[in-house]
């Protein structure tokens, strides 16, 4: 059996969008309330444009904002995985790993199809 290569596009930007929705849903309170002491903050806040970026790499001809978002949310997502693991592997824990995944595919492969 073939692979459906002519779906690639449409699967691309479905782990674009799941990607950049999980950093959102799971991120997003931690940015309330503002305290621009706490690093999680500025981790968070960090994380959440790098996600708007990757939407907007995708609309983009060139890949280089893609490839730049990629790169920012897998590092941000591995030191979030780090300050966040307390010697047992859990569910979150995984869920962040296979975020940093995606988001290193997205490094490697840039807008290519």
């Keep these: ?9 449409v699967a691309m930007w479905m782990l674009r969008i ?12 931690n ?3 503002i305290d621009l002491t706490s690093f999680t903050f500025y981790l968070t806040f960090l994380l959440v444009v ?14 280089s904002a893609t490839i730049i978002s990629g790169l920012a949310i897998f590092i941000l997502t591995i030191i979030s995985i780090v300050r966040e693991f307390s010697g047992d592997i859990n569910v979150g824990i995984s869920i962040q790993l296979m975020a940093a995944s995606i988001a290193f595919m997205f490094l490697c492969l840039g ?3």
Aim: aromatic letters at 12%; hydrophobic letters at 50%; glycine letters at 8%.
């Design 1 to 9: 059996m073939k692979p459906f290569k002519a779906a690639t596009g």
């Design 18 to 29: 799941s990607l950049a929705l999980y950093i959102v849903v799971y991120h997003i309170p």
């Design 31 to 33: 940015l309330t309330p």
């Design 50 to 63: 790098s996600a708007f970026f990757l939407i907007l790499g995708g609309v983009s001809a060139k890949p």
């Design 111 to 113: 807008n290519n199809k």
